[in-house]
């Protein structure tokens, strides 16, 4: 991702490490490698220009020539000019009212609108009930895809009517219903086309969405400028969200749209599964672009996978009817780690009786399970009065605890053989976003 503007700051930040302390002169040749990488990596020239000029201005401030560590400093300087560049500290978060949230996308042909609905979906389905929709009328193929997607989430799909009038009708209804996200898709054009911009004004104008989204294509540089420009001008937009940034070298985009539009970039689609949707954090990118090993990122992966991995082994064994004591361990350790907002906790059954789970209570949990024997965590229907005090004083915890526990577990997998379960578990293909 954007390893030409890296290569650039990092030759530049070489350069300066060299350097005793910063002067005009040997200043130069440093900023010269992250004009060049920027411009090579398709920025737009203006935000280039500007952005060396001011770090220039920055870098040669009194206090960073006199400063004994100036690549410390210099590094600082950098990360939050590009930070700025990139839409400043914290980035902006997708707007969310109280009731129906209608979010609009919005883009070129290929740009990955309709992927984006998904992945967007997928990642607002632990807020609420959420509905995607085509105004791709005149394509069956469109509605097709986007139905598919919605299937995939787990989202609902609404069907759009032949005529864009009676869309609109139908949409206006959604606002006053139980769903708490509506994410329409829109046809797209390979290039920006009159009758189509003429068309999504309308459909803005009438909808009033809570947020008009540009889906744009980071791999078309210039172009993607060029297109953003002019959905700015003619229909307008609140925020961006960039796609394809795992496959671009270049993605000078991701630098200058904010630049040139002066919108934030919202999330950053890093893949074609529907879980490769990030939100867009500037200073988080920044620390990516100088190389400073994105150490967040990294940690949010891999615990990522590990969740994946889980979520996936978990759903097996659910689909088999075969949880266990040891599962619902699992489950808890998970808990304990990501807290109840995790992918895995959003399609397993809430623990009966257990409450508001605190860090507290789950660690008490989680001794109870471990003072019972193997067999007890594989049948702990053979867990009688007896095994039952044994397990307590194993544990250190009271017996009506052990009671409770047991009295949930029980309870859930009566949850798990319901037919609705199964028909919820049954919606949800994990491997389609999971590899
Ligand atoms: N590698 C990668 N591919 C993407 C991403 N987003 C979308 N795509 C792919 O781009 C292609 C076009 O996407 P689609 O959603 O149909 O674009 P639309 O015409 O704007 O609706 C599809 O093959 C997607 O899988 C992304 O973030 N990374
Ligand atoms: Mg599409």
Redesign the pocket.
């Known amino acids: 991702m954007l390893e030409r503007i890296s290569q650039g700051f990092q030759k530049f930040l070489k350069r300066i490490k060299g350097e005793g302390h910063l002067s005009q002169y040997n200043i130069e040749p440093a900023l010269r490698e992250i004009r060049l990488a920027l411009l090579e990596a398709d920025v737009n020239y203006r935000a280039v220009r500007e952005f060396v000029s001011s770090l220039r201005e920055k870098l040669l401030r009194e206090e960073v020539r006199k400063s004994l560590t100036p690549y410390q400093t210099v590094v600082k300087i950098v990360h939050r000019e590009l930070t700025e560049l990139l839409g400043g500290q914290g980035g902006k978060p997708l707007k969310i009212t109280p009731g129906t949230n209608l979010y609009l996308l919005l883009?070129?042909?290929?740009?990955?609108?309709?992927?984006?609905?998904g992945?967007l979906a997928y990642l607002l389905r632990e807020k609420g009930k959420v509905i995607l929709t085509s105004l791709d009328l005149k394509r069956a193929a469109?509605q097709e895809?986007l139905e598919k997607i919605a299937r995939q989430v787990g989202a609902d799909f609404l069907p759009a009517p032949s005529s864009m009038e009676e869309a609109l009708k139908e949409l206006e209804k959604l606002r006053s219903s139980s769903y708490r996200f509506v994410i329409l898709?829109t046809a797209?054009r390979l290039h920006v086309d009159e009758p189509l911009m003429e068309e999504l004004r309308k459909i803005k104008e009438f909808l009033k969405p809570t947020e008009t989204l540009l889906?744009a294509?980071s791999m078309t540089g210039q172009d993607a400028l060029l297109s953003a420009k002019s959905f700015n001008e003619t229909v307008g937009f609140d925020s961006v969200i960039l796609?394809?940034?795992?496959?671009d070298a270049r993605g000078g985009a991701a630098l200058s749209i904010t630049y040139t539009t002066g919108k934030p970039i919202k999330f950053?689609?890093?893949?074609?599964r529907m879980g490769?949707?990030e939100p867009f954090v500037p200073e988080r990118m920044a620390s990516r672009i100088l190389g400073m090993g994105d150490l967040l990122s990294l940690i949010e992966k891999t615990e990522r996978e590990v969740e994946e991995r889980e979520a996936r082994r978990l759903a097996e064994r659910l689909r088999k009817q075969s949880f266990t004591m040891e599962d619902l361990r699992a489950q808890i350790k998970l808990l304990k780690r990501l807290g109840g907002l995790s992918k895995v906790m959003s399609f397993l059954p809430k623990m009966p009786g257990a409450g508001k789970i605190d860090d507290k209570k789950l660690i008490h949990m989680e001794a109870i399970i471990n003072s019972m024997t193997r067999e007890e965590r594989e049948r702990p229907e053979i867990i009688d009065a007896s095994r039952r005090r044994r397990i307590a004083r194993g544990s250190g915890r009271p017996v009506s605890e052990v009671k409770q526990l047991l009295k949930g577990f029980f309870q859930m997998k009566k949850m798990l053989k319901s037919k609705n379960f199964r028909k919820i578990l049954k919606g949800i293909d994990i491997d389609k976003f999971i590899r």
């Open positions: 883009g070129l042909q290929g740009s990955g609108k309709t992927t984006t609905a992945k469109a895809q898709d797209g889906v294509d796609t394809k940034l795992d496959g950053m689609g890093v893949g074609e490769d949707l």
